[in-house]
């Protein structure tokens, strides 16, 4: 199994809600990663998980919370967010963190109204 | 100034033609990877390059470490080839720094 998988695909949600986004890979991987992604731009990381621990968390405002519940599994929980925060939100995974070949999601797609 | 620049910003080629992208980086890095993303996609990784050249059927991709350059080169471009291409280096210090892409559209 080389794949990540997320859920859901798509998340339309108000500004007062809690919602969670899903990451999985059953690879091994002791990396994992979210990003979010605007039109036309470039992937942003947002957050880096290393062996279950958080490693890097970019500035992130706390309306996005990580979790790491166990090596093969990763969310991001949602509280209070913005339209400004409408994008494409990748997870991604690694063997290690650092340089090596990471392996993406398809994404979740999120619209807050 | 980013640390990872790709050239160019959007290309449209006819079908058939050979295609060559380019990336340019400034930080010291472990890995060089070209990712594809198709519109509304996921990014599927293309290549891992830490030196030389690499290929993959219609692909290749080449970096040269003493200039920090890398291209990515497409043989016989066929329209399914259209997404953006994005150049991401991994850093030493750990972290990953992707270029801006290049939107890359293939007319038949």
């Known amino acids: 199994d080389t794949e990540v998988t997320q859920t859901p695909k798509h998340l339309v949600m108000g500004m007062t809600n809690k919602k969670s986004l899903k990451c999985e890979q059953h690879?091994?991987?002791?990396?994992m990663y979210w990003y979010k992604q605007k039109a036309k731009k470039p992937p942003e990381l947002m957050f880096v998980?290393?062996?279950?621990?958080?490693?890097i968390n970019e500035s992130v405002p706390s309306r996005f919370s990580p979790e790491c519940p166990n090596s093969s599994l990763l969310n991001l929980h949602l509280h209070a967010l913005q339209p400004e925060d409408s994008a494409l939100y990748l997870c991604?995974?690694?063997?290690?963190?650092?340089?090596?070949?990471?392996?993406f999601g398809p994404g979740t797609r999120l619209t807050v109204l | 100034k980013n640390e990872v620049e790709q050239s160019p910003q959007n290309l449209t080629a006819q079908e058939g033609e050979f295609i060559t992208i380019n990336c340019s980086y400034s930080?010291?890095?472990?890995?060089l990877h070209w990712l594809q993303q198709h519109p509304g996609g996921g990014i599927v990784s293309l290549f891992m390059?830490?030196?030389g050249k690499k290929k993959h059927g219609r692909l290749i991709a080449t970096i040269n470490i003493q200039e920090k350059h890398s291209s990515l080169h497409i043989t016989a471009s066929h329209p399914r080839d259209s997404a953006v291409y994005i150049c991401?280096?991994?850093?030493?210090?750990?972290?990953?720094?992707f270029g801006t892409g290049t939107s890359l559209t293939v007319i038949p």
């Open positions: 991604a995974s690694s063997q290690a963190q650092g340089g090596n070949e990471q392996f």
């Open positions: 690879m091994g991987h002791r990396a």
């Open positions: 998980y290393s062996y279950e621990k958080l490693s």
């Open positions: 930080v010291g890095i472990s890995a």
């Open positions: 390059l830490s030196s």
């Open positions: 991401a280096v991994g850093g030493a210090g750990n972290q990953f720094y």
